[in-house]
């Protein structure tokens, strides 16, 4: 039987009960909302969606909102300051995939359930809430779009991707939620692929905290890291990824392997296990231009060591680096399979196929002039200022109220 930490305060999914009016802060008046955000892991040291998730809850709590995150693994200074969230655990097992992610799914809807939440917005793969954020876009789409034909059907036939695809099929096909997407990418996949009625998306890019990245501390940790790791390199392009094959480095080292500039040097930083890669590197003959860093909490140094960043995925449905890259003010290089680039017109460099080594070499070679990098730099730089957490939020929050206001319309139409 599953069941949830016996100390948790439980709060419930459009709770009718009356309630004290909280105001926040920052509210000019209008009541405060009790929020839940869901998400399997709470934790600032996580990659994509947790990074996506803490920055919300954190930023809702900031202003005055009644935050609570619901999890199952939460790590870092979490309720350290009257304006954090609450985070309430749910006991989940964690042994099998499959069944943590129906436990979790089904955990969070019974603590929503229980309490007096005004709006549930979910960051995971959950069957029910308000606002469904479809961050990696249809688990589907990434399937048909990362494999082969029968390694994508093959893959739906197990445990695992039957459990995500049934709960996403049950959301899409859900008309009382609502679903948060990243990018036109996604949201045109789901309209087309799984009949969800465009009135019921919410189109809202991902953010970036343009202090952290970009900044004069990351630009001088950055000059120390190069002087330290490459301090010859000419040109030093960064990979930041994790998932390598699908983000498109079989096709990185293929355009590499044709470029004869020795000057030229690839740093690759994520989770996963460089061994194959480094036999690979050595039978195409760059393994001496290649550098893996492993998995890195200081990407702002990082970026500010580099003169540009690729990534020529195979499909991403917001890939979180493009914009911490941009905000870093470095060129870009990537495919229109990744939905972050929408929002940078302009100031990236497009490849229109993941599956073509010799543009990319040219994009690469390209840029090899320090006056064009800085050019695209800038441009990408202006963009992504201006998708700040404060901005995101702030859209979120009309949305909390949209939400709010169309279900005491429904009751009363009822």
Not at 6 to 34: D, H, M, W
Not at 278 to 287: F, K, S, W
Not at 355 to 383: F, I, V
Request: hydrophobic share 40%.
């Amino acid at each position: 039987m599953w069941t949830s930490a016996p100390n948790s305060t439980y709060t419930g999914l459009g709770c009718q009960r009356q309630r004290q009016r909280i105001f926040s802060p920052e509210s000019k008046g209008v009541p405060a909302l009790r929020i839940a955000i869901v998400i399997e892991r709470f934790t600032p040291a996580g990659g994509g969606v947790e990074n996506v998730a803490w920055q919300v809850a954190h930023e809702l709590a900031r202003v005055g909102e009644k935050v609570t995150v619901l999890t199952r693994f939460a790590d870092g200074p979490c309720g350290s300051s009257p304006d954090s969230p609450t985070v309430q655990t749910l006991r989940v097992p964690s042994a099998w995939q499959p069944l943590r992610v129906v436990a979790f799914s089904h955990l969070a809807a019974r603590a929503a359930r229980r309490g007096a939440f005004d709006v549930v917005h979910s960051f995971s793969r959950t069957r029910r809430q308000d606002l469904y954020r479809a961050g990696g876009g249809s688990h589907r789409d990434y399937l048909r779009r990362s494999h082969s034909p029968t390694g994508a059907l093959l893959r739906q036939l197990s445990p695992r991707h039957r459990v995500l695809l049934s709960i996403e099929a049950r959301v899409f096909g859900d008309p009382t939620q609502r679903i948060q997407c990243a990018s036109r990418l996604v949201s045109d996949a789901l309209i087309a692929e799984h009949g969800v009625s465009p009135e019921r998306i919410l189109l809202l890019p991902n953010a970036v905290d343009a202090k952290r990245y970009g900044s004069p501390a990351a630009f001088k940790a950055g000059r120390r890291l190069r002087a330290e790791l490459d301090e010859k390199a000419e040109r030093i392009w960064l990979f930041p990824a994790s998932g390598w094959r699908r983000k498109g480095l079989p096709l990185l080292f293929e355009a590499l392997a044709t470029i004869r500039d020795p000057g030229l040097r690839l740093w690759i930083a994520g989770r996963d296990d460089p061994k194959a890669w480094r036999r690979t590197a050595a039978d195409l003959g760059i393994a001496d231009r290649i550098r893996f860093l492993g998995p890195r909490s200081d990407l702002e140094a990082v970026y500010g060591a580099v003169d540009g960043m690729v990534l020529p995925t195979r499909y991403d449905a917001f890939a979180n680096v493009t914009l911490e890259a941009a905000a870093s003010a470095l060129p870009i290089v990537t495919t229109r399979a990744n939905g972050a680039a929408e929002w940078l017109e302009g100031g990236v460099c497009l490849l229109e196929s993941a599956k073509n080594p010799a543009a990319l070499a040219r994009a690469l070679a390209s840029y090899a002039d320090p006056e064009r990098r800085r050019d695209l730099g800038r441009r990408g730089r202006e963009l992504a200022r201006r998708l700040d957490w404060t901005g995101h939020v702030s859209r979120l929050r009309e949305e909390y109220r949209k939400i709010v206001a169309a279900r005491v319309v429904d009751r009363r139409v009822r």
